[in-house]
């Protein structure tokens, strides 16, 4: 199948780090992507991996393990700007196949 | 530089109808892709363009079309509308390179009464 699959809600407080996780069941995805989506507005990009391993941008990075069909976004010193939907898309030939996304909400 | 613009930003339409909804997209990229999300869902894929070409179409039925012009700019069109068609309907552009990211408009937060 194509299912990408995310908790559907997470909380922590604010300074904290965050780990979100995304998981697969699917071959054939040529790269893993992560979007934030505050309510009301258009997912906008986070980063993204093709290889294994972990891609590191400022307070955020992400992981990769192809073979185990597993990545996750790490949110470090957390703002409550950071409360948002983290979205987790698998990008195959031409389509992104995106998850239902995790709605994050940091608290004070 | 301007980023992904789409029009109309609200429309409300009654069932039966048809609805035309308009991108353009971030200067020169090529690839249009449009995407479905209903409240408390990921984006669902509806088709991608690339040079004025359809790269891929999702499991949307037929009353679902599309285009793109020579400038890039796409339209999506939706045919004898129903209420669950009620939706944001997100346009996004691309290089179309591999694994370039996409860019998402503002979308069009669409009503079927």
């Known amino acids: 199948g194509q299912n990408i699959d995310q908790p559907t809600e997470m909380t922590a407080t604010e300074g904290a780090i965050v780990q979100i996780n995304c998981t697969y069941q699917?071959?054939?995805?040529?790269?893993l992507f992560w979007y934030q989506q505050h309510a009301g507005e258009a997912p906008t990009f986070l980063s993204y991996n093709v290889l294994d391993g972990l891609e590191e941008k400022g307070r955020f990075s992400s992981f990769l393990s192809r073979s185990k069909g597993y990545s996750y976004l790490l949110l470090k010193e957390l703002q409550m700007k950071d409360s948002a939907s983290y979205l987790c898309a698998g990008l195959r030939t031409y389509k992104y196949i995106f998850g239902t996304g995790t709605r994050l909400k940091v608290l004070a | 530089d301007a980023g992904v613009t789409q029009s109309p930003t609200h429309l409300i339409k009654t069932r039966g109808q048809q609805v035309t909804l308009r991108c353009s997209p971030i200067?020169?990229?090529?690839?249009v892709s449009w995407y479905q999300q209903v409240l408390g869902q990921g984006p669902q894929f509806i088709f991608q363009?690339?040079?004025?070409?359809?790269?891929g179409r999702g499991n949307f039925p037929d009353r679902f079309s599309a285009r793109q012009f020579p400038n890039y700019s796409s339209e999506l069109n939706v045919n004898a509308l129903l209420l669950g068609d009620s939706a944001l309907y997100l346009c996004?552009?691309?290089?179309?390179?591999?694994?370039?990211?996409?860019?998402f408009g503002n979308g069009t937060r669409l009503t079927v009464t």
């Open positions: 363009y690339y040079e004025k070409e359809e790269r």
């Open positions: 996004a552009s691309s290089s179309g390179q591999d694994n370039s990211p996409l860019h």
């Open positions: 200067s020169g990229h090529k690839s």
């Open positions: 699917t071959s054939g995805f040529n790269g």
